[in-house]
């Protein structure tokens, strides 16, 4: 199970953060959006979404409000902070190194 992983918060924290990158959702949306981006490949029950929104939320990194959701009803939304944007770019940054390291090393032809 990977959801006890750091590697697993590091990517969850991530999307979270990419997901707020076009504005405030409140906490279902930013699932939806994780389970669109990934063609469904990655579904984030709430035990782990909510979690990580206040861990983020902690570390200043996301804002929330209360606001109304489509269908009418009170829900928190979440917002990037301006930290939040650095910690996104930086954290992305990071993430396409180790993807462009660990891809060289698991295609490589021999040892």
């Known amino acids: 199970d990977m959801a006890g992983s750091d590697l697993f918060t590091g990517s969850l924290d991530l999307l979270i953060l990419k997901s707020l990158t076009w504005g405030e959702r409140h906490g279902y949306a930013v699932g939806?959006?994780?389970r669109q981006s990934t063609s469904e490949a990655l579904s984030i029950k709430e035990g782990a979404l909510y979690p990580a929104?206040?861990?983020?939320?902690r570390k200043g990194f996301v804002a929330e409000a209360w606001?109304?959701?489509d269908s009418?009803?009170?829900a928190k939304f979440y917002s990037l902070t301006a930290e939040g944007r650095q910690q996104l770019r930086l954290?992305?940054?990071r993430w396409n190194t180790?993807?462009?390291v660990m891809h060289a090393a698991l295609t490589a032809s021999r040892a």
Do not use: P
């Not at 929104?53 to 939320?57: A, G, K, N, P, T």
């Open 32 to 34: 939806q959006w994780i």
């Open 53 to 57: 929104l206040h861990r983020l939320e």
């Open 91 to 93: 954290e992305l940054s």
């Open 72 to 74: 009418n009803r009170a």
């Open 67 to 69: 606001g109304v959701t």
């Open 98 to 100: 180790y993807a462009r």
